[in-house]
């Protein structure tokens, strides 16, 4: 195996930007969200200029401390590239504006910050509606930015005309099309605090290619204008009181925690009221990090692929306190037989998500990290009046559920690696201080399964979209925003053959992330679907890169400046996961052959209620109702 030499490798001044990795970056987290982010942050305050509509783009970014923004240039919005090449404005060319989306989420999931896509009108805009939309389930605060053809030619069916304003209203916080060269400043500063307050979200601006050639006088920092736009952050104070009195009588609680608790930077707060109360904590997909894997009070992560203690005990739980969660499908299962038993705190800053999906006893709209912190204040109170609920009983059930039904899996009786050998070795030997990013399906699955997340900001994954092509360009993104930190991508075969292309990118602007392909040679949860529930009707799910080696991923890693690597025995695990490690000037590929038959367990199967859970094939828990 031969690596490029720098003559393959564009050498940039761009990628002298990003640092060799060291080992790790324990110190950093995320940055929380909150509603009081300055729409014009007072590091820059330029003076006013006589400038373009696209100079005044580019200037409002700049004055917004934009460091990184991903896109493709086209003809609607060439006139903002021209004085984005003097701008102290990374912009990293990706080779597909899909690509700029999921990096622009990747990054601000990584870092807390807002990320920044561009895109041209038509296609380039429209290629944007997947990551706009896989950001507004995700609550990912980003803002889009298109071009747009010209005013006069708007409802014509003009060349590469689409009406990307009407296409993204339902997947948008918010979206604008500017109309004068005049409102660039004051739209960009209320994009970009839209997206990052309240509940974060996706916000599209659009721009005619007219207005950004318009002269214009550039001022900063404008007048917000969003009457209305008032996000709760303090939660009213009966509601937390009464919340506390329910923790402290329940014999059956569970936190249900949610990914809001992450955004809301809220993580140690959430760990002192689990301490506080001794209540079990459960963590969605989203929330992975957000309470310490390891933690004994943890029990895992609920829903379809959840472990059998977490299903469980939201299943019979008296009390469910829900922080910064939804309710959704995957992890309620069947809707009208989840948690009967259970009252509901259902506390979120988003009022339209209360009362959903499941009626809430206790209502209380607010931000997760001042929630938390006024829920610890007024469970102490209720535990200096002697209120304090017995929970051992409780714990006994769940420990005896934790030691009986683990987290494990079989060998392939084949002989073939075994993937999730692969991917718990990988989080072994890497460390809880990376970033780990996933696509979707059951390498998905079996990265939140068995890799420990100990820390926040260390699990990024396309969580309500289930969006396929996601890690490759979100772990660009991540690793541009925090790029003394080791990041790897766990992918699919199928996954990484839809977005592979910016490994490109990658190599060029010099962005050393790290893929694992987990190689089972079909679209693997499709199968796994076949398998159970169309009698092994196998089809269309076989992709051939086993079969026929097409592509064969160490060349297609090589041919895009690349280090490529295989491993397809367990004695070469460990040592090619080091080879990678060792690689921190260059992005690396492994292409880990794995067995085609390894399937995700537990499983609550579509459609199905909790209670009927599946520990493994044809294995369901032995559970005693008489006990709880």
């Known amino acids: ?26 110190d950093h987290t995320p940055a929380p969200r909150t509603g009081a982010v300055p ?7 330029p003076a006013p200029a006589q400038v373009s509509g696209a100079g005044s783009l580019v200037r409002s970014l700049e004055a917004l401390d934009v460091e990184v923004v991903f896109g493709i240039p086209g003809g609607a919005i060439l006139p903002a590239y021209d004085p984005l090449y003097d701008s102290t404005v990374r912009h990293i060319l990706v080779r597909h504006e899909q690509g700029a989306g999921h990096a622009a989420t990747g990054y601000a999931q990584a870092t807390g910050r807002v990320g920044v896509c561009i895109a041209t009108s038509g296609p380039g805009a429209t290629n944007l509606v997947t990551p706009i939309a896989d950001a507004y389930m995700d609550s990912v605060p980003m803002v889009a930015i298109t071009g747009q053809v010209a005013r006069p030619s708007i409802g014509t069916d003009a060349f590469q005309e689409a009406d990307i304003q009407g296409i993204t209203l339902p997947i948008t916080k918010h979206n604008f099309l500017v109309q004068t060269a005049e409102e660039i400043p004051q739209v960009l500063a209320e994009a970009f605090h839209l997206a990052s307050t309240g509940r974060p979200g996706p916000v599209l601006v659009d721009i005619p290619k007219d207005v950004l050639q318009a002269p214009t006088t550039f001022s900063w920092p404008p007048t917000l204008d969003l009457p209305g736009y008032r996000p709760t952050l303090h939660p009213h104070g009966k509601q937390i009181r009464e919340a506390a009195r329910l923790m402290s009588t ?24 689990a301490e506080l109360t001794g209540i079990p904590v459960v963590t969605t997909l989203m929330a992975l990090g957000a309470f310490p894997d390891s933690h004994r009070q943890h029990l895992g992560m609920p829903g379809m692929h ?4 977490a299903v469980y005990g939201l299943q019979k739980s008296d009390l469910i306190v829900a922080l910064g969660a939804r309710f959704d499908d995957r992890v309620t299962g069947r809707l009208d037989s989840f948690a009967p038993d259970a009252m509901v705190v259902h506390a979120d800053i988003d009022p339209a998500e209360i009362g959903k999906n499941r009626h809430a006893d206790v209502p209380i709209v607010g931000d997760a990290r001042h929630v938390i912190d006024e829920l610890i204040t007024a469970v102490s109170a209720e535990r200096k009046t002697g209120h304090r609920a017995d929970l051992s009983d409780w714990w006994t059930q769940l420990d005896d559920l934790r030691e009986r039904y683990p987290l494990g899996y079989e060998e392939p009786g084949d002989g073939t690696l075994s993937p999730q050998y692969v991917i718990k070795r990988l989080g072994e030997i890497v460390g809880p201080d990376a970033v780990y990013v996933a696509g979707v399906g059951q390498h998905q699955m079996w990265a939140s399964q068995f890799i420990s997340y100990e820390k926040p900001g260390t699990w990024l994954n396309s969580g309500g979209l289930g969006t396929m092509g996601y890690a490759v360009p979100a772990a ?18 199928g996954c990484f053959q839809m977005t592979n292309q910016e490994l490109a990118t990658c190599a060029l602007e010099g962005i050393p992330v790290k893929i694992a392909v987990i190689n089972n040679g079909n679209l693997g949860m499709v199968r796994q679907w076949q398998t159970l529930f169309y009698g092994e009707r196998y089809s269309n799910t076989e992709l051939g890169t086993h079969k026929h080696r097409i592509p064969d991923f160490v060349k297609l890693a090589e041919a895009l400046g690349c280090i490529g690597l295989r491993c397809e025995t367990a004695e070469d695990v460990d040592r090619t996961i080091e080879a990678a490690m060792a690689i921190t000037d260059a992005p690396v590929v492994i292409d880990f052959v794995v067995g085609k038959d390894a399937m995700v367990w537990p499983m609550v199967a579509a459609g199905t209620g909790n209670d009927e859970i599946m520990f493994a ?3 369901r828990p032995a559970f005693d109702e008489d006990e709880i």
């Open 39 to 45: 729409a014009a942050p007072a590091v820059r305050q």
């Open 1 to 26: 195996m031969t690596r490029p030499t720098p003559e393959t490798l564009a050498h940039s001044a761009r990628r002298a930007r990003t640092a060799t990795e060291p080992a790790s970056d324990a």
């Open 306 to 309: 959840g472990t059998v203690a």
């Open 617 to 619: 094939r044809g294995v």
């Open 250 to 273: 329940a014999r059956r609680p569970v936190l249900y925690v949610g990914g809001g608790v992450l955004k809301a930077g809220a993580t140690e707060g959430l760990r002192k009221l």
């Open 476 to 493: 660009m993104g991540a690793k541009v925003g925090r790029p003394d930190t080791v990041v790897w991508a766990v992918d699919g075969d």
